[in-house]
Every structure is written in structure tokens, then in C-alpha cells.
């Protein structure tokens, strides 16, 4: 194996590495959110588009490279099959195409898990956020729910005192405003609780996008094992 297919080998097991480390379930996302908060990443973020898409033609070109290697030797594979007279040439040049094969899985993968782990970190990125909204709007909930329930005893000693007081007209006053200082809090309570209950949603949502993601996670490596254990018996098989 040459040089840059190690690399790209390297690359794609570091990828696969990454990927099942963001998919830990004991590490919640707000753990990550505050990895991805340190200046360091702040220091790079400039260069980070720029790094991500050379990688991606990097690997596009790579992965042309070979599918025009395994053509090119299939091709050849075909013509030296009808050909028992030369079974050394044969031999090579069917090592040759299961090498073109193997860069060709190894450069595939690596370029749709390089998109998948950039998509699981927005994700993961996306949901510490909705997190951290749904904690700030739940105390806020509270500390409205907090306000509405002083306000109603304040009420309440408001119209005991109307009862033994020769004021009324005053306190009424008073008692109106707190009436209506009472709504506003109470529309300001279901503003609020509203608003909770969106940030719930989203975050079912988030949390359903990222088990779908595993999923396919799961099932891409699953066709990967059997797609190398295929070519490892067809390379027996032609062996």
C-alpha cells in the first residue's frame, strides 16, 4: 500500500473512531458543546471551511482515481481469463485489481464519513443548544409562576383589608392593578410555557434525528463488513 492510500486508510479509521466516540450515550451533548466552546476551535474556525472542502475534493479525486484502476483491471481481468497461457500475468494483474478495489472501498468511505461526521456534529452542536434553551426557559417559567403565586397573596390581603377599612375606593384602585399586573404575569406564564414546550419538541426531534443517524451508522458498517468479507472470498475464490 503506497503512502497516500495509508494516509487515506489512517483517515478513514480515525473517522470511524470519532464517529463512535460522539455516539456514546453517557456523554450528553452539552459535554461537547462546551469542548467545541474552547478558543482553540475559535482560533481555527477561519480555516475550517477551507480545510473541509479540500479534504472533500481530496477524496473525490482519490475515489475517480479508483474506479478508473478497477476498470482498467477489470477489463484486463476479463481478457487474461480467456487466456490460460499466461497465469503469472493473470495472477498480477488480478492482485492488482482487488488492490484497486480495496482504495476504492477505503476512499468511499472515508469521503461519506467525512460529510457524516461534519452532519453529527451540527447535530450534536444543535441539540446542546435546544438543551440549554429548555433549561433557561423552564426557570424562567418557574420564576414567573413564583411571581404570579406572591401576587394572588398579595391579593388576597388586598380584599381582607377592603373588608375593615373605610378606603375602599383606594384600595379598589389598587386591587384593580393588581388584577391586571396578575393577567399580564399570567400571559407572560403561557408565553413562557409555550415557548418550553417548542424547545421540547425540537429536542424530541433532534434526539430522533441522531437515533436515525446511528442507525444508518449501524447499517453502514454492517454492508462494509459484508462487502470486505465478499471480497475477501472472491479473492480466495480467484486465488
Known amino acids: 500500500m503506497t503512502i497516500q492510500w495509508v494516509a487515506v486508510a489512517t483517515f478513514l479509521y480515525a473517522e470511524i473512531g470519532l464517529i463512535l466516540l460522539f455516539c456514546l450515550p453517557f456523554i450528553p451533548p452539552q459535554r461537547w458543546q462546551k469542548i467545541f466552546s474552547f478558543n482553540v476551535w ?9 480545510a473541509f472542502l479540500t479534504i472533500i475534493i481530496l477524496l473525490i479525486v482519490l475515489f475517480l482515481d479508483a474506479v478508473r484502476e478497477v476498470r482498467k483491471y477489470a477489463s484486463i ?7 490460460t497461457s499466461k497465469l503469472g500475468a493473470y495472477e498480477h494483474t488480478q492482485m492488482k485489481l482487488f488492490r484497486s ?8 468511505f472515508s469521503l461519506f464519513f467525512w460529510l457524516v461526521l461534519r452532519r453529527l456534529v451540527t447535530l450534536i ?3 446542546a443548544k435546544e438543551l440549554s434553551n429548555k433549561e433557561m426557559l423552564k426557570s424562567q417559567a418557574e420564576n414567573t409562576n413564583k411571581a404570579a403565586k406572591r401576587f394572588m397573596e398579595e391579593n388576597e390581603k388586598l380584599k381582607r383589608i377592603l373588608k375593615t377599612t373605610d378606603e375602599e375606593h383606594t384600595l379598589e384602585t389598587e386591587n384593580k ?6 393577567e399580564k404575569l399570567k400571559a407572560e406564564l403561557k408565553k413562557t410555557l409555550d415557548a418550553l ?3 421540547q419538541s425540537d429536542v424530541m426531534t433532534m434526539k430522533t434525528q441522531s437515533e436515525r443517524l446511528s442507525k444508518e451508522y449501524d447499517r453502514l458498517l ?11 472470498r472472491d479473492n480466495k475464490k480467484g486465488l
Open 42 to 50: 475559535g482560533k481555527i474556525a477561519t480555516f475550517w471551511n477551507k
Open 77 to 83: 481481468h476479463t481478457i487474461d481469463k480467456s487466456s
Open 101 to 108: 478495489q480495496r482504495n476504492l472501498y477505503i476512499s468511499g
Open 125 to 127: 452542536t444543535q441539540l
Open 177 to 182: 392593578k393588581l388584577v391586571e399586573d396578575q
Open 197 to 199: 414546550f417548542k424547545a
Open 222 to 232: 454492517k454492508e462494509h463488513s459484508e462487502l470486505q468479507n465478499r471480497l475477501e
